[in-house]
């Protein structure tokens, strides 16, 4: 049984635990349900003008295919 106190480690705590314990699935779970708890601001603006550049790319993608 598993008595380690995931909630009592810092971020980068518990990222260093999983990294040394590979095999451990609930630090692994822990972590993940961590990281999806966060809030997490959109990089780029809805009414940012490069929006105009990243749908003629995506655009272009889809056209090669």
Known sequence: MNMVNYAAMSDQELK????THKDD???FYAYM???KSRHR????KLNDPAW???IAV????????
């Open 25 to 27: 699935k609930q630090a």
């Open 58 to 65: 995506i655009q272009k993608q889809l056209d090669s295919n």
């Open 16 to 19: 260093s635990y999983l990294l």
């Open 41 to 44: 601001d959109a990089a780029i």
């Open 33 to 35: 349900d961590r990281r």
């Open 52 to 54: 105009e550049e990243i």
